[in-house]
């Protein structure tokens, strides 16, 4: 459990597609440290999808399958640090549409009750100029079109919620805890010493936690 001295952990979420979209991301990861946050970048801090599934298909999986366990990894790496390890999400809407998986993100996010501020300076909609109510209804209808504003806007979402009780894992439906419990472990091996240069390491935590049990259908 999390002392109230610690920092407040963000998650940050949108899209990655690109290098332009990656380095915006960075640039609101950057931001949020720079005003005493801790944050999550998926693409900095969690798996490097490419590498660890050179690493299954060099060890005679087959690349749709492996790719297959691997997202089910990621899923579940992004659910344990929306559930246990972030105590707020900062959501960026750039794009002609919102990317998606940070649409979900948003949604686990509000449904947690957890703090949660919109980022976009993206003019382009699909509803003359305005943002599907269903998405910005979780912000309150409210963002922020300035890096900067971010940390005061966050500031004010965590001052209007109760932060720091943790969530009750077991009143979660099973499939989530499911997720939060191989999330975990996946987690506790990327923090260990060296994990980010050692993607076979990596990739035997994915082979145990979620490659298909009956390997020998699949060879057939």
Same mark, same amino acid.
């Given at each position: 459990?999390?002392?109230?001295?610690?920092?407040?952990?963000?998650? +940050?979420?949108?899209?990655?597609?690109?290098?332009?979209?990656?380095?915006?991301?960075?640039?609101?990861?950057?931001?949020?440290? =720079?005003?005493?946050?801790?944050?999550?970048?998926?693409?900095?801090?969690?798996?490097?999808?490419?590498?660890?599934? =050179?690493?299954?298909?060099?060890?005679?999986?087959?690349?749709?399958?492996?790719?297959?366990?691997?997202?089910?990894?990621?899923?579940?790496?992004?659910?344990?640090?929306?559930?246990?390890? +972030?105590?707020?999400?900062?959501?960026?809407?750039?794009?002609?549409?919102?990317?998606?998986?940070?649409?979900?993100?948003?949604?686990?996010?509000?449904?947690?009750?957890?703090?949660?501020?919109?980022?976009?300076?993206?003019?382009?909609?699909?509803?003359?100029?305005?943002?599907?109510?269903?998405?910005?209804?979780?912000?309150?209808?409210?963002?922020?079109?300035?890096?900067?504003?971010?940390?005061?806007?966050?500031?004010?979402?965590?001052?209007?919620?109760?932060?720091?009780?943790?969530?009750?894992?077991?009143?979660?439906?099973?499939?989530?805890?499911?997720?939060?419990?191989?999330?975990?472990?996946?987690?506790?091996?990327? +923090?260990?010493?060296?994990?980010?240069?050692?993607?076979?390491?990596?990739?035997?935590?994915?082979?145990?936690?979620?490659?298909?049990?009956?390997?020998?259908?699949?060879?057939?």
């Amino acid at each position: 459990m999390k002392h109230s001295s610690e920092p407040i952990r963000v998650y +940050c979420a949108g899209p990655l597609f690109n290098r332009s979209e990656r380095e915006e991301m960075t640039a609101i990861a950057d931001r949020l440290s =720079e005003t005493g946050y801790t944050v999550y970048l998926p693409h900095r801090d969690g798996m490097e999808f490419r590498l660890v599934l =050179e690493v299954l298909v060099e060890r005679n999986w087959d690349a749709p399958t492996a790719a297959q366990f691997l997202h089910e990894a990621i899923f579940a790496l992004d659910v344990y640090q929306l559930v246990v390890e +972030c105590e707020a999400m900062v959501w960026n809407l750039n794009g002609r549409t919102p990317d998606e998986g940070a649409v979900s993100e948003a949604a686990m996010t509000w449904m947690l009750g957890k703090p949660l501020v919109a980022y976009q300076d993206d003019v382009r909609s699909l509803i003359q100029g305005r943002v599907n109510p269903l998405l910005v209804g979780m912000v309150g209808f409210e963002s922020v079109d300035r890096i900067e504003l971010i940390p005061d806007a966050l500031s004010v979402a965590i001052m209007n919620h109760d932060l720091r009780p943790a969530v009750q894992l077991d009143l979660l439906p099973a499939k989530v805890q499911q997720a939060v419990h191989a999330g975990q472990v996946l987690w506790e091996a990327l +923090c260990s010493e060296g994990a980010q240069e050692n993607n076979e390491m990596i990739a035997s935590v994915v082979e145990e936690l979620f490659a298909p049990n009956d390997r020998s259908t699949l060879l057939a």
